[in-house]
């Protein structure tokens, strides 16, 4: 692929144009306490487009969240939990999805900072993880704010930011010595399903008055594995009448440990520098979980131990200051996410499943980040505030595991691929301290991206504009622009229309960009209509391009004396998916000697990993809220799912429903009492109908199994018995509505919807 030019001119000007800003720069006097608003004013603006929810720590106070935040994003519009793809593969291993573009598409941001620690996990030949995202590295207790945004208005945040961002916000260092203590339950009435514990404290205070101050925090937290045999097998026939018995597992049990700290100086009452510190550890308890659901005597044994352990560093230097002509932010990042696991299997349907060897081996993904951004307001036939702003990362991963996979079986395979000089010739190693012909587990890519956009009021403020356009380079995939166009516009007291348009992008992860990267089927997962007696392989390609996506969206909302209302309409035309390609790059053939002494030709097909053309995401969501009381206030949400399909194969791109409605009545007739109504309903979820392969026509084709619609009501209530003691209680699926996985990964069925369950919180604090 011939790769975009680096225009060095252009983005020089950004940093000249910074250094000439901090060389006029100094502190405001008089000015000052307006301008201490100017990024403040520049982000609220931009979270007033469409596609933006805001979540609060009293929502979190009052609907709890059982493990990580995902189950309340969950409940925003235009947010469900999903595999990344439709493949049925890791069902119970479910990520926020935002507005169906999947979760590896979903950007997680902890403070404004992006965490990627789920690329520390190997990718699949159907494009799963083994992992449960990012979404559980901040306890719930420790949350501020959470901000969702979807569509136009998460696009400036870059590359794996098309569907939507997730914004978790930690509370700040506090002015006076504080601390808490915080205990949670969750106890499922069904005794097969696991149970959760999780204690947490955080200590925050000045240690010097109004200079310097500290926060930390820490948690600890396990939610028990379900049983082995919650889940029923499903049995199902190949064309030639052979009986299989397929195993969906239940969800995986998690054991976290958490550590936060937060050194804060405020150098002058203009200028703070903040460091940021954490450690987390999330090791699993499995549950028999398996990519294909072909469990074995190995792999029942391993039930209840830790067969995969994440552990994630994280260190961030911010300064922000505040200059006579607006304010600046400026991050160093680094994070290390460390990936220990048993060793998988790397071909055919053992892909994934842990290997008969209880030897762990690990991957290491090293990222580091520096972001500079710059709010300036001027005044210029309205009110602006541009932001200005460059970022630089640098993703280094080290996975030797995953690298075994080459072309040996049946004596070696030689591929002569049209353009290329050499024929490709790897062989396979089962060695982990380094691997054949130059072959190691290391990847790694930069990133340059420089923007700018410009927040503009007209007509007294009722017409706020914000175009913005984004360039990034990549160091495998070139470069990449991304415009973008947010509007409101105030047409009565209280109603306005908005809208936005903007193109997204995501760069090739570092198991697709790399060569070195091999998964290999004995035919079953060959092209459907592949001769029986051929084998293929899927290599990585290092000149993928990458995803892009045009996402559109128009809308009104209207806010007037506690009542709101809003409904959108979003359309995003997804190109350049990657997928793992089934068009045949070359072939190779080997002559083996069958045991009754015959000859026999074995062929061998090599794919690559590619850029579908087209796919479509299409759908409403709205929001309206009633204060039917001064203590009562009933809220309510929808999304529905107008389209998703990859229009390359006619499959939908996840499993989602067709539409879910969220509704929550809230109740506080006293400031010491409160209580709360949730009740979610889900639409119909279809599987994939179109065969792609070889295993899905010969074992039984693809499941027509639906998910039929469902919903699930929840209630608690609390009491505050003075300043310090606090203690919540409540009901989730009220009326036990469970679902069980299905082990055929074709049927919709893809996960566990846990039944009843009782829950308490209490928090001590001083």
């Not at 762990?360 to 505030?385: C, D, M, Y």
């Not at 009722?462 to 047409?491: C, E, M, Y």
């Not at 030709?601 to 053309?613: E, G, I, R, S």
């Not at 989730?732 to 039944?755: C, D, I, V």
Request: glycine share 10%; aromatic share 10%.
């Amino acid at each position: 692929m011939e790769h975009h030019s680096f225009p060095h001119s252009a983005l020089a000007v950004l940093p000249l144009a910074l250094a000439a800003a901090f060389a006029q720069a100094d502190t405001a006097a008089d000015e000052g306490g307006e301008l201490e608003t100017v990024y403040v004013s520049a982000q609220r603006q931009l979270q007033q487009s469409l596609g933006v929810s805001r979540i609060t720590a009293k929502d979190l106070e009052t609907r709890p969240a059982v493990n990580d935040i995902s189950d309340i994003v969950r409940t925003m519009p235009g947010a469900n939990l999903t595999g990344n793809t439709a493949s049925g593969e890791r069902g119970n291993k479910r990520q926020i999805d935002i507005r169906g573009m999947g979760p590896e598409n979903t950007l997680i941001l902890i403070d404004g900072r992006p965490v990627t620690s789920r690329n520390a996990e190997r990718y699949s030949w159907r494009g799963e993880r083994n992992t449960r995202g990012d979404s559980n590295w901040v306890p719930p207790e420790e949350i501020e704010s959470i901000s969702v945004l979807r569509g136009p208005a998460a696009a400036r945040y870059g590359s794996g930011a098309a569907g939507g961002v997730v914004n978790i916000v930690t509370k700040k260092v506090s002015s006076e010595w504080h601390g808490s203590l915080n205990l949670f339950t969750n106890r499922p009435q069904d005794s097969k399903e696991g149970k959760t514990n999780r204690i947490g404290f955080n200590v925050s205070g000045p240690v010097v008055q109004d200079k310097i101050g500290f926060r930390l925090y820490g948690s600890l937290n396990k939610t028990d594995a379900d049983a082995a045999d919650i889940n029923e097998p499903t049995v199902i026939y190949t064309s030639s009448g052979q009986r299989r018995v397929l195993t969906g597992a239940g969800r995986d049990g998690v054991r976290n440990r958490d550590l936060a700290s937060r050194l804060a100086w405020r150098i002058t009452p203009e200028q703070t520098l903040t460091w940021d510190t954490m450690y987390s550890r999330q090791g699993n308890i499995y549950a028999g979980d398996n990519q294909n659901n072909n469990p074995n005597d190995f792999t029942k044994s391993l039930y209840g131990e830790e067969t995969a352990i994440l552990k994630r560093t994280s260190s961030a230097l911010v300064h922000e200051g505040v200059w006579n002509w607006g304010d600046t932010k400026v991050t160093a990042q680094f994070d290390r996410t460390e990936n220990e696991h048993l060793v998988e299997g790397l071909q055919g349907g053992p892909e994934g499943q842990y290997e008969k060897d209880k030897r762990f081996t690990e991957s290491t993904l090293k990222t580091g980040r520096f972001a500079a951004e710059a709010n300036i307001p001027f005044k210029l036939g309205g009110e602006h505030v541009v932001t200005i702003g460059t970022e630089y990362t640098r993703d280094k991963l080290d996975d030797g595991s995953s690298m075994r996979q080459g072309f040996k079986d049946k004596g070696g395979y030689t591929f002569k691929v049209p353009g290329m000089q050499k024929p490709i010739q790897i062989e396979t190693t089962d060695r982990f301290d380094g691997l054949h012909e130059n072959r190691n587990g290391l990847n790694k890519q930069n990133n340059f991206a420089v923007y700018v956009e410009d927040h503009i009021k007209l007509n007294g403020g009722s017409t706020k504009l914000i175009p913005a356009l984004r360039f990034d380079h990549n160091s495998k995939s070139g470069g990449n622009w991304s415009p973008a166009f947010n509007f409101v516009q105030r047409i009565g007291d209280g109603w306005n229309i908005k809208g936005g348009i903007a193109r997204a992008y995501k760069a090739p992860n570092l198991y697709q960009s790399n060569p070195n990267y091999i998964l290999y089927t004995r035919g079953q997962g060959c092209k459907i209509g592949t001769a029986g007696n051929t084998h293929c392989y899927l290599m990585g390609n290092a000149n993928l391009k990458p995803e892009t996506s045009l996402n559109k969206e128009i809308g009104f909302d209207f806010a007037r004396n506690g009542y709101l209302a809003s409904l959108a309409y979003f359309h995003n035309d997804y190109r350049n998916k990657i997928v793992a390609g089934d068009d045949t790059l070359a072939v190779s053939k080997n002559t083996v000697t069958l045991p009754n002494g015959n000859t026999a030709d074995v062929f061998a097909h090599l794919y690559q990993w590619t850029n579908a053309k087209k796919a479509l995401v299409e759908g409403f969501e709205g929001n309206l809220t009633l204060p039917l009381h001064s203590t009562l206030k009933w809220t309510t949400n929808f999304t529905y799912m107008r389209k998703s399909v990859n229009k390359d194969t006619g499959n939908p791109l996840s499993v989602i429903p067709k539409y879910t409605v969220n509704s929550s009545l809230n109740w506080q007739p006293t400031e010491k009492f409160d209580a709360a109504l949730n009740v979610t309903y889900y639409g119909k979820q279809k599987p994939r109908s179109v065969v792609l392969i070889n295993k899905e026509k010969v074992e039984g084709g693809l499941s027509n199994e639906d998910v039929s619609p469902y919903g699930l009501v929840g209630i608690n209530a609390s009491y505050r018995f003075n300043k310090n003691l606090n203690a919540r209680v409540g009901i989730n699926n009220l009326f036990n509505k469970q679902l069980y996985r299905s082990g055929n990964n074709t049927s919709a069925q893809t996960y566990n919807e846990p039944g009843r369950a009782f829950y308490g919180s209490l928090k001590m604090s001083f």
